[in-house]
């Protein structure tokens, strides 16, 4: 018994470790944007498919092609969308802090390409 439990959670690692999933976070972040003043903004990308909140300290969107999943057991490629959540937490005369939260529904993933590896 104890020997079909290794298998099953060793067969389970492996399928794990052959799947890459990578977050476009570079090309899906908010720009800033700084005033002449000082004031600090957040700026919604010009590839977001939704937008959910748009405030100068917080957006919040959607990017449906946010995450791609590539899998080099099959060779079957999906992508997801992610959504992109960011606030501007605290601002003061010389610095200013924030947090972004980049999230996914995996269950959303649609395959992007098949191929059959040999």
Excluded: H, W
């Excluded at 476009?24 to 002449?36: F, G, H, K, L, Q």
């Excluded at 919604?44 to 449906?64: E, F, L």
Aim: avoid cysteine; aromatic fraction near 2%.
């Amino acid at each position: 018994m104890k020997t079909k439990q290794y298998t099953l959670i060793l067969a389970t690692m492996s399928i794990l470790f052959l799947l890459t999933v990578a977050v476009r976070a570079d090309e899906v972040s908010p720009a800033i944007n700084v005033t002449s003043s000082g004031d600090v903004n957040l700026v919604i990308p010009n590839d977001a498919d939704k937008v959910i909140t748009s405030k100068d300290n917080q957006v919040k969107y959607q990017v449906n092609d946010g995450v791609s999943i590539d899998n080099a057991v099959d060779g079957t490629d999906l992508t997801a969308p992610i959504i992109v959540d960011s606030q501007i937490i605290s601002e003061n005369r010389n610095s200013t802090s924030g947090v972004t939260t980049i999230s996914a529904d995996l269950s959303q993933a649609k395959v992007k390409n098949s191929k059959k590896l040999v």
